[in-house]
Structure formats: C-alpha cells, structure tokens
C-alpha cells in the first residue's frame, strides 16, 4: 500500500465571472479502494454525475458536509 497512489484528481483551467477569473474544475476523483474509508475523500469538493450508480457517492459527500449547488455540484457548508 506505501508505494501505491492514493488515488487520481484531474483538474481543467476554466474561467468564471462569479469567481472573478481562472477557477479549476475537477473532472475525475478516484480513491483506490485501499485507501477508502480512511478519510481521504472527505477533504474534496467536486462534481458527481447524474446517473443512478452515484447516488452512494453523492450521500458520502452529503454526510461530509457538502451540500448540492446545483445539479450534482457539491460545495462545504460555511
């Protein structure tokens, strides 16, 4: 398990208004299944997508005090 990654984030340079310039976008998330459990996807924000199979990994989310903005995007309740 030491010399595997814990996992994958792939990120995207977008701009937005209401972010007042460059923002990045999260477009994969994958926690291998060693290190699940152990708290490491409770310290992201992202995206889930809109199909059945994700509606676990949506509650996990909710669960860690995100809450949905919009569609499946998550953000931390401040």
């Not at 490491?40 to 199909?51: F, H, S």
């Amino acid at each position: 398990m030491d010399d595997q990654p814990a996992g994958v984030i792939t990120v995207t340079e977008s701009h937005a208004l209401y972010a007042g310039g460059r923002i990045g976008i999260v477009q994969e998330c994958y926690v291998g299944p060693a290190y699940r459990s152990h708290g490491v996807g409770a310290a992201l924000e992202l995206c889930t997508p809109p199909l059945p199979r994700f509606e676990r990994t949506l509650a996990f989310y909710q669960r860690h005090g995100l809450v949905p903005v919009g569609g499946r995007k998550m953000r931390r309740r401040y």
